[in-house]
């Protein structure tokens, strides 16, 4: 799997119990044109699985229908992993940029 901060912040949000993109979008700050993408990605890759809701129930609620998406069994050990890791770089980002105390 490819690792960018994108992916895994969008696999953080999942782990988090978000399921659509709307929610995903709004948990992560990124664009739909950054967020849909990686979730077909992590479709194909069979991290997560996807489903339509039913035509029933958004008609009710005056809305389109939504794509709900759910980590698999195996997706959620990768999300871990992948949030893990996203962490441990991000640290050391802030270790490594962290103003010297000369700098004031």
Same mark, same amino acid.
């Given at each position: /799997?490819?690792? $960018?901060?994108?992916?895994?912040? *969008? =696999? &953080?949000?999942?782990?988090?119990? @978000?399921?659509? !993109?709307?929610? +995903? /979008?709004?948990? $992560?700050?990124?664009?739909? !044109? $950054?967020?849909?993408? +990686?979730?077909?990605?992590?479709?194909?890759?069979?991290? =997560?699985?996807?489903?339509?809701?039913?035509? $029933?129930?958004?008609?009710? &609620? &005056?809305?389109?229908? @939504? @794509?709900?998406?759910?980590?698999?069994?195996?997706?959620?050990? *990768?999300?871990?992993?992948?949030?893990?890791?996203?962490? !441990? =770089?991000?640290?050391?980002? @802030?270790?490594?940029?962290?103003?010297?105390?000369?700098?004031?």
């Amino acid at each position: /799997m490819r690792l $960018t901060f994108p992916t895994a912040l *969008v =696999l &953080q949000a999942l782990l988090d119990g @978000r399921h659509h !993109g709307f929610d +995903i /979008m709004d948990a $992560t700050g990124l664009p739909s !044109g $950054t967020v849909y993408p +990686i979730l077909r990605r992590l479709d194909a890759e069979g991290i =997560l699985r996807s489903r339509w809701e039913r035509e $029933t129930v958004a008609r009710k &609620q &005056q809305r389109p229908a @939504r @794509r709900y998406y759910e980590l698999t069994a195996g997706g959620r050990a *990768v999300a871990r992993d992948a949030v893990t890791r996203a962490q !441990g =770089l991000a640290e050391a980002g @802030r270790r490594l940029f962290k103003p010297s105390e000369s700098e004031g």
